[in-house]
């Protein structure tokens, strides 16, 4: 339990520096919001093919994550008219994925303490390589590394939701747009994020 001053007891709470535990947190929150805006999008179609809501929804949540964005990308390549929004959309769940991959490779680690002849200006995580090994991989995070990739995430959620607007705007009238809408009506599907590599982990500390 935290006392007062808001300290976290230790050892019971030796989880890495503050600064490195707090962007964790952003990051984790922020793709959530990335994957709330992605999931969005799965409903626009079926809507113009005047799908019931509720077997649309129904659909969709019975899917596991991997299902879903592969559904998504589906329902855009068979009825999407604009080869350009295909693309974006393509792209976008190229993003996404990163997104989701970056943040449950840090999510799913634990510390691998300083303490082992670390410097604690880095974060030092540890997990396995892949669900179907035991084999342990290691990860050495800077706090600058950690925050650009709060910074690409953000781009990613900004991007779907651009492209979302973009989707409900266009060919429609101005007069028929919401008044606070009508400054986005003139705005050109944005051009795709480039996806970063993927986050490693080394076989050794």
């Not at 929804?57 to 990308?73: H, K, M, P, T, W």
């Not at 009238?173 to 008044?179: A, G, H, S, T, V």
Request: proline share 8%; hydrophobic share 35%.
């Amino acid at each position: 339990m935290s006392d007062p001053e808001d300290n976290w007891p230790l050892p019971d709470y030796s989880v890495g520096q503050h600064d490195h535990v707090h962007a964790l947190g952003v990051i984790s929150l922020l793709v959530a919001q990335l994957e709330r805006s992605i999931d969005d999008l799965h409903a626009f179609h079926w809507r113009e093919q005047k799908a019931p809501e509720e077997l649309i929804d129904l659909y969709y949540y019975s899917l596991n994550e991997e299902q879903r964005v592969a559904a998504i990308d589906k329902a855009f390549q068979t009825y999407e008219q604009d080869p350009a929004v295909k693309q974006a959309i393509k792209d976008l769940l190229a993003y996404f994925h990163w997104c989701r991959d970056t943040r449950n490779k840090l999510l799913h680690a634990e510390q691998y303490p300083a303490s082992f002849g670390g410097n604690p200006a880095f974060l030092y995580l540890i997990k396995r390589m892949n669900k179907r090994s035991r084999t342990s991989g290691y990860m050495k995070l800077t706090l600058e590394y950690l925050r650009s990739i709060a910074d690409k995430v953000r781009a990613g959620i900004v991007q779907s939701a651009t492209i979302s607007i973009y989707l409900r705007l266009r060919g429609q009238p101005l007069e028929k747009i919401d008044r606070s809408l009508r400054p986005y009506a003139s705005e050109p599907l944005p051009q795709s994020l480039p996806v970063p590599p993927p986050l490693r982990l080394t076989d050794r500390p």
